[in-house]
């Protein structure tokens, strides 16, 4: 195939892909607001912690400058050392002419030739993607739900309960705010404590733990603030020996004003049984209206499987926009 690597500093380049984008999502998930160019040429650059993956475009033979096509492998040189993550896009009005498998062949002949073992993906849950997936040798092995909060529709009262409670049971816990780059004091223990993160079910994907460290931590922010994100991170630290124990973190941007992103919740298993993780949602919930206050929606993602943390977004007023399914092949 024809494809060509999209290169972050091609400005006409990152509008064809950014216009290819924008069909798909009209599409397939209407109800995600579009892409802004700095937060998608700055995960082009950095990826979602300095491991960005690589792009190709495939351009309209006939019509100059038009993408009708997206093929991406997502590797990382820090764990899963077997892996390779495809992403495939097609336009909607040039899908179904053989185009998405022609992406998949040359995507799994580029993994086959690195020497890596598995191809992971995911698809919206829709017959179509669902299909092309299995067409393709894919087996499902995770089921992940996008949900969303209304913060000018939750029953503040109900979390104030919640809170209360929370708070009760936390007693020996305070909490520290950071905005983008966490104190160098405190980066060793938050990269531990990010670990806890490998406690959330992976259901049948076959991943193994990630790694991460303090240089990782490090990436992780240098990402985001390069795509023009805030980060917002609460953190609960034990005040009988200032252990940090959880945390939560949620992004914001000044170019997508209402949304707001909920990125990882995790608390380590030594800490669990205090309510930590209702504590910390229900204080960012807080902060973000404080902070942001234009933001209106919150989105996060769990697996299906993920059953406490679901109850805990759902007492806060989450609801369920989609499913994604997660597939994995041997190469």
């Known amino acids: 195939m024809n494809l060509q690597r999209l290169d972050p500093d091609d400005d006409a380049a990152v509008t064809a892909a950014m216009a290819l984008g924008e069909a798909a999502r009209a599409a397939d998930t209407p109800y995600n607001p579009p892409s802004h160019r700095r937060s998608f040429v700055g ?6 912690d300095g491991e960005p993956s690589t792009v190709w475009l495939l351009y309209h033979p006939d019509r100059s400058g038009e993408v009708i096509g997206r093929l991406s ?4 040189e820090r764990d899963n050392l077997h892996l390779t993550d495809l992403g495939i896009t097609v336009h909607p009005e040039h899908r179904r002419q053989g185009i998405g498998r022609a992406l998949f062949e040359e995507g799994l002949a580029r993994v086959r030739a690195s020497g890596r073992r598995l191809i992971v993906t995911g698809t919206v ?15 499902r092995a995770s089921i992940e739900v996008q949900r969303r909060q209304d913060l000018t529709a939750v029953d503040h009262a109900h979390v104030g309960q919640l809170l209360e409670q ?5 007693t020996d816990y305070s909490l520290l705010r950071f905005v983008d780059a966490v104190p160098e004091e405190y980066v060793e223990q938050i990269a531990a404590m990010t670990a806890a993160i490998n406690d959330a079910p992976t259901d049948d994907l076959d991943v193994e733990d990630e790694v991460f460290t303090a240089e990782r931590i490090r990436a992780f922010e240098h990402a985001f603030r390069e795509s023009g994100s805030t980060l917002y991170r609460l953190v609960a630290r034990r005040e009988s ?3 940090l124990a959880g945390h939560t973190i949620v992004g914001a941007s000044p170019e997508q004003p209402d949304f707001a992103y909920q990125l990882d919740t995790a608390v380590l298993g030594a800490h669990r049984g205090h309510r930590l993780g209702l504590l910390l949602k229900a204080e960012m ?7 942001e206050p234009a933001v209106r929606w919150v989105d996060t993602w769990n697996a299906e499987s993920n059953a ?3 109850s805990i977004n759902e007492a806060l007023g989450y609801q369920i926009v989609s499913r994604h399914f997660g597939w994995q092949r041997d190469v």
Do not use: C, N, V
């Open 43 to 48: 995960h082009l650059r950095y990826g979602w």
């Open 125 to 139: 849950e829709a017959p179509g993607p669902s299909a092309f997936a299995k067409a393709m040798g894919f087996t």
């Open 285 to 291: 919930m807080a902060w973000i209206a404080q902070a």
């Open 241 to 243: 020996d200032g252990e």
């Open 73 to 76: 492998l997502g590797t990382s």
């Open 166 to 170: 929370a708070r009760k049971a936390s």
């Open 308 to 310: 406490h943390m679901i």
